[in-house]
């Protein structure tokens, strides 16, 4: 008999050991998912993801270990942004992070519930996103970048590396939110400068060549890329058709600069990442986006390659590599 209660008071405690560790892990907080929609592709944001994570990390956070991040990606497709955004609030997530203003747009449009930090360029005031920069109000805040305002200073940088006589060009997505913007800055810029600026449209794949076959064909000197998600996913072939053609562009990402083009200038769109992952921490700790003043981006970044220059057989104007960030050999 004492044997039998002896086994009976070990198969007891064998089976508390084993129940508790459940019952604790049942009782644990479920890990916070933070939903990640960009307008590229994850082959194009190995940077950008990497400065989020560190945002996150500033923050406390770090993914796998004590948060989940979900990613979607538009890959340039503006039409796929509200459906990817519909599936990230029903999966939950606790935040949504949006990388461009059509999906900023989009995810307003989506929830009033749901806090949504954005990393985009533009007015947020003027395009209703937020009351204000320092009241957002509402469940959206964000960071802003600068490169709206930056075209005029890039139309100035290709001038200096494509002198007068010659005409200037720009390629603009006319579906991108900020276009009409864009087009404006880069048409005074051009009267400012004296210069003869032609606007070209491309919203697909064969647009952007049949764009570079028309300008070669009107002896363009030189192209300004104005900044849109569609055409940072086709960087790669952008570049191509630069080198195909034989005609100076510039870029407004660092990206295109380190992929083989010619010239960028713009904001640091890695560090415009790494503020959207703090406040996406911060909100994930329980600050409202409400409170959090919409910041700016002010790191720009001037980048030349000196391989591509040459290949065109272009001299760096002095006064141009002198105030480089970098100049890649």
Known sequence: MLDMRRREFITLIGSAAVAWPLAARAQQPAMPVIGFLSGRSP????????????????????????????????????????????????????????????????AQHAT??????????????????????????????????????????????????????????????????????????????AVALGRELILVSAATESGIESAFTTLT????????????????????????????????????????????????????ITEAFRLAGIYAGRILQGEKPADLPVQQSTKVELIINLKTARALGLEIPPTLRARADEVIE
């Open 112 to 189: 009033t519930t749901v806090p949504i930090v954005f990393a985009a360029s533009g007015d947020p005031v003027k395009l209703g996103l937020v009351a204000s920069f320092n009241r957002p109000g509402g469940n959206l805040t964000g960071v802003s970048f600068l490169n709206t305002v930056l075209v005029g200073k890039q139309f100035e940088v290709l001038h200096e590396f494509v002198p007068p006589p010659a005409v200037l060009a720009m390629l603009v997505n006319p579906n991108y939110a900020n276009a009409a913007d864009i087009q404006a800055e880069a048409q005074r810029a």
């Open 217 to 268: 064909r009107q002896r363009i000197g030189g192209i300004l890329v104005g900044e849109d998600p569609f055409f940072d996913s086709q960087a790669d072939r952008i570049i191509e058709l630069a080198a195909r053609h034989a005609v100076p562009v510039l870029h407004p990402w660092r990206e295109f600069a380190s992929a083989g083009g010619l010239v960028s200038y713009g904001a640091s």
């Open 43 to 106: 082959n194009d944001s190995v940077a950008n993801v990497a400065a989020f994570r560190q945002g996150l990390a500033e923050t406390g956070y770090v993914e796998g270990r004590n948060v989940k991040v979900e990613y979607r990606w538009a890959e340039g497709r503006y039409d796929r942004n509200p459906a990817l955004i519909a599936d990230l609030i029903h999966h939950p997530v606790a935040v949504l992070t949006v990388f461009n203003i059509a999906a900023a747009l989009a």
